[in-house]
């Protein structure tokens, strides 16, 4: 049997919630394996992103979540993978060293 179905495309804003969680949830994972005061300018920048990092972390799999059901939950979407790295983060950062 022949499948004449369209293929799914992800939307802009589902791409760019996808970047964005995972460059909060890399920016989490690089300030826990490294010393991020060891350099001067590291840990300047460290220090103004850490909070707004912070609240992306947070926010993102919120919207991600509402935005997916807005779609009307579509397994292909790049929603889903980054409500998968927004909690998996958290619960590492919580359970964490």
């Keep these: 049997m022949k499948e004449n179905s369209i293929p799914y495309k992800n939307s802009r804003t589902s791409k760019i919630v996808f ?8 920016l989490w994972w ?3 394996g490294m010393n991020v005061y060891s350099n001067t300018i590291v840990g300047a ?3 103004l ?4 990092v912070l609240g992306m972390l947070f926010l ?3 919207i991600s979540l509402t935005l997916l059901i807005k779609e009307k939950i579509n ?9 998968l790295i ?3 983060s958290i619960i590492f950062m919580v359970l964490g060293k």
């Design 19 to 26: 970047l964005l969680s995972i460059i909060a949830s890399g």
């Design 30 to 32: 690089l300030a826990k």
């Design 45 to 47: 920048i460290f220090e």
């Design 49 to 52: 992103l850490w909070l707004p």
């Design 60 to 62: 993102l799999p919120i």
């Design 75 to 83: 397994v292909r979407s790049l929603y889903i993978y980054s409500i």
């Design 86 to 88: 927004g909690i998996a």
